[in-house]
């Protein structure tokens, strides 16, 4: 049971302009929700965060929005890079198992073409 | 400062043939480790997690296997491989309620 999705396997953006990814989940207990960036054949690396107690989030160029009577969150990346080529993982976390058990969505590839 | 060291980079075993893959922490005490695998085309799936030496618990049901025999050491394992266990492993942790994980660079398992 997928709980955290993210429905666009794929995004092509131009350079300089922005790139919205998009993310869903079901659970309510989810409280805590991350963005990771991930290169081929490397580890995912972490990007940004947002806890449920805010609806937004921002560092630098990326900015995420959580919508939580949506169950939706996005990720923003402003202006879009050719470095930013990549594949982007949300993940999300509940609180209270006291520990940081992550699920995280089946990614979408982001292409920034010049 | 904390880093992770997972290995081998790459793998090319035979159907039915064993399996081991490592993973150690380094900089930080009792953290929670995890191994996760990226299957062609898929997202990334929780295989099995620990909150402690000895400590495994598994997300799905499979061919494979954990064990932590120290605290910041964890091993994949199987006895033998089948076709669909080739794919990418990642090995993770992370410190108490931090949910934040550092990855390793993965190993790349192909299973012929």
């Known amino acids: 049971d997928q709980q955290v999705k993210q429905n666009s396997p794929s995004l092509s953006v131009q350079e300089g302009r922005i790139s919205i990814l998009n993310c869903d989940y079901t659970n309510s207990m989810f409280d805590y929700f991350l963005w990771y960036k991930k290169y081929p054949a490397e580890g995912p690396t972490f990007l940004i965060s947002?806890?449920?107690?805010?609806d937004k989030n921002e560092d630098g160029r990326f900015t995420v929005f959580l919508n939580k009577s949506a169950k939706h969150l996005s990720l923003h990346i402003v202006p879009s890079q050719p470095g930013d080529s990549a594949v982007y993982f949300c993940a999300a976390s509940e609180s209270l198992r006291g520990w940081g058990k992550l699920q995280f969505g089946a990614g979408t590839q982001v292409v920034v073409t010049p | 400062s904390q880093t992770i060291h997972q290995w081998p980079a790459t793998l090319v075993q035979p159907v039915g043939s064993p399996l081991s893959l490592e993973c150690t922490v380094e900089g930080t005490s009792n953290p929670n480790l995890y191994w996760y695998r990226q299957a062609a085309g898929r997202g990334l799936q929780l295989l099995f997690y620990?909150?402690?030496?000895?400590?495994i618990s598994s997300e799905v049901p499979q061919n494979l296997s954990a064990s932590r025999p120290q605290d910041r050491q964890f091993i994949l394992s199987s006895k033998k491989l089948l076709l669909s266990d080739s794919g990418f492993y990642l090995c993770a942790w992370s410190v108490g309620s931090n949910y934040g994980y550092t990855f390793g660079s993965g190993t790349r398992l192909t299973v012929v």
């Open positions: 620990s909150v402690g030496i000895g400590q």
């Open positions: 947002i806890s449920s107690i805010k």
